[in-house]
């Protein structure tokens, strides 16, 4: 089945700098990879989602970026803010035997110090 | 429109109890799931129903965890005999998931569940 490795597991940074998480997957199968933030004690919501027909998505401060021949894709954050501070979870799609079933890699502990 | 919603949000119980865990999705969703999440861990895949095929157990931890959907709309997500280790955050997803294309999944709040 599906494997996604998430790294790094924690990341600090200071207010107005770039955050980058990166996520590996192990089907090349997969299609589609949403980006989850997790805010204490919050439900994850979505923030951004890429297909496999494109290499790039932008949304404001935030960007998605996948290789496919890598197997990789990563969460960009631009110019960051507190607000930002936050668990985040990429996740993967292949369909097929995993069908409806996207799996989860492990977070990443965003926090953005003013 | 509304979203998922889950009851209870806490709850306490003590060891050997059974407990149920419900789990409202957004009207019109075929596709439910239920996670567990265990304090500062990721999602783990428990369960998952899509319409009124045979639902997805392979998450399951053990045979003391069982889950339904009725009518294709509610589901009741049951622990037998809760153990400590059962305390975690239950979080149920939904999502339309037509065809192949897999659609975005709408998280609800979560059941957090301490076993005493």
């Known amino acids: 089945g599906e494997n996604v490795e998430q790294h790094p597991s924690t990341l600090s940074v200071q207010e107005g700098d770039s955050a980058v998480i990166k996520c590996t997957y192990s089907d090349s199968a997969s299609n589609y990879f949403p980006w989850y933030k997790q805010e204490l004690g919050k439900r994850p919501q979505l923030i951004i989602d890429?297909?496999?027909?494109?290499g790039e998505k932008k949304d404001q401060r935030i960007a998605v970026t996948l290789n496919k021949t890598a197997k990789h894709f990563s969460l960009h954050i631009t110019e960051t803010q507190p607000e930002d501070s936050a668990v985040y979870f990429c996740?993967?799609?292949?369909?097929?035997?995993?069908?409806?079933?996207?799996?989860f890699g492990q977070g990443t502990i965003l926090t953005v110090h003013p | 429109g509304a979203g998922v919603s889950q009851s209870p949000s806490n709850k306490v119980t003590e060891k050997g109890k059974d407990v149920e865990l419900r789990c409202d999705p957004i009207s019109g969703h075929t596709a439910l799931y239920w996670y567990r999440q265990s304090l500062g861990q990721g999602l783990e895949f428990l369960i998952y129903f899509q319409g009124n095929s045979a639902p997805d157990k392979s998450g399951l931890p053990s045979d003391r965890f069982s889950a339904e959907r009725t009518g294709g709309s509610v589901s009741t997500l049951t622990i037998q005999r809760t153990q400590q280790e059962d305390s975690a955050v239950y979080l149920c997803?939904?999502?339309?998931?037509?065809?192949?294309?897999?659609?975005?999944?709408?998280f609800g709040p979560g059941t957090r569940l301490l076993v005493l």
């Open positions: 996740a993967a799609y292949a369909g097929g035997t995993s069908y409806g079933k996207l799996t």
């Open positions: 997803a939904s999502s339309p998931l037509r065809g192949w294309f897999q659609e975005t999944q709408y």
């Open positions: 890429i297909r496999s027909n494109v």
